[in-house]
């Protein structure tokens, strides 16, 4: 287990006594041993303690891999990407799902685009997968050409078995 | 005198922020991401490769920066259907036009745009999926520093 993930266990407890979670100034002070974070960061994890406090029925081995997964993310987008913070909830929720959904995982490309959504791609031969998460939004394309017509197709990713679909397809 | 209308052999330059990590190598192959070409208004800005003397670090922000190559011509001819709003379909002509940034003394700067404009978002979506594709076929103007 990282200390990170050490730490917001230690705190979640903590912080289900806390009316205003979302209070920045909290969250700071929880996180402020973990000198890797940004503002936007402590942001993000300010956000992931709400959800879980509104899902307290989560178990452990529920949510511990949600907060790896989002962790991760928030160091692999760069820091001064604007990204929309629930975004990264949506984001993170649907890749630690997939993830452990399919059975050839590869790591995808996660970047942030100009409308502050969150991008993950991949890449596979000649087909590549591209998901989008905003905050209240998701879509997913599929891309084996340039011809935005009759070489991409569009999806929802939080459709599971469309997700699901999308991923076979491009592992083939 | 700025040409009114970018033309078909035209090459355009594309920076590709070296510190956003819009790029990745897998199996020895550069994979672009569609990311890199967003942008908030939906108007990706490029540089004409004729109006900075064919130098692509005309384009760079950052010596670290990389710089992709476009063609007007394989721009013009993605071609896009998306829904309407009203209902049905709506054909999407894209587009390179000039679009010269006095204030910044950038006079090859050019947008690449549809007629109309775009009604949803994922039609932009596919759009950019394809700018990065058509990029990906073409050798880097200037590689961005960390793969040099």
Redesign the interface.
Same mark, same amino acid.
């Given at each position: 287990m990282t200390t990170e993930v050490a730490v917001l266990r230690k705190e979640t407890f903590a912080a289900t006594t806390v009316d205003s979670i979302s209070d920045l100034s909290f969250a700071a002070t929880v996180f402020d041993n973990l000198s890797c974070l940004t503002a936007a960061a402590v942001r993000a994890l300010a956000d992931t303690l709400l959800q879980l406090k509104r899902s307290s029925a989560a178990s452990d081995s529920l949510w511990t891999p949600f907060i790896e997964t989002r962790s991760k993310l928030v160091r692999t987008i760069p820091s001064h990407a604007d990204v929309e913070e629930g975004a990264l909830s949506r984001a993170a929720g649907w890749l630690s799902w997939l993830q452990e959904s399919v059975d050839r995982w590869d790591e995808p490309l996660v970047t942030a685009n100009a409308d502050r959504e969150v991008v993950f791609e991949w890449w596979h031969s000649d087909r590549k997968l591209a998901v989008f998460f905003s905050s209240d939004t998701s879509e997913l394309i599929r891309v084996w050409g340039t011809d935005i017509d009759t070489e991409m197709e569009e999806g929802s990713p939080e459709v599971r078995d469309e997700a699901l679909a999308a991923w076979a397809w491009l592992t083939a | 005198m700025i040409e009114e209308r970018v033309g078909d052999d035209e090459k355009l330059f594309r920076r590709i922020p070296c %510190?956003?990590? /819009? /790029?990745?190598l @897998?199996d020895g +192959?550069v994979?672009l #991401?569609? #990311? +890199?070409f !967003?942008? &908030?208004l939906k108007q990706t800005s490029v540089d004409r490769s004729c109006l900075c003397h064919g130098d692509p670090s005309h384009t760079q922000e950052d010596p670290r920066d990389g710089v992709a190559i476009l063609v007007a011509s %394989?721009v013009r %001819?993605? #071609? +896009? @259907?998306g829904k309407a709003f009203a209902g049905g379909e709506v054909k999407y002509v894209i587009d390179v036009v000039p679009d010269p940034d006095y204030r910044n003394g950038n006079l090859a700067h050019a947008i690449i745009v549809p007629t109309p404009s775009y009604e949803t978002? !994922?039609?932009y @979506? &596919?759009?950019?999926? +394809?700018l990065a &594709?058509?990029a990906e076929r073409r050798q880097w103007a200037i590689q961005p520093a960390d793969l040099r």
């Open positions: - | %510190e956003m990590g /819009y /790029y990745t @897998k +192959a994979h #991401s569609s #990311s +890199a !967003s942008d &908030r %394989e %001819e993605i #071609s +896009a @259907k978002p !994922s039609v @979506k &596919r759009v950019t999926q +394809a &594709r058509l």
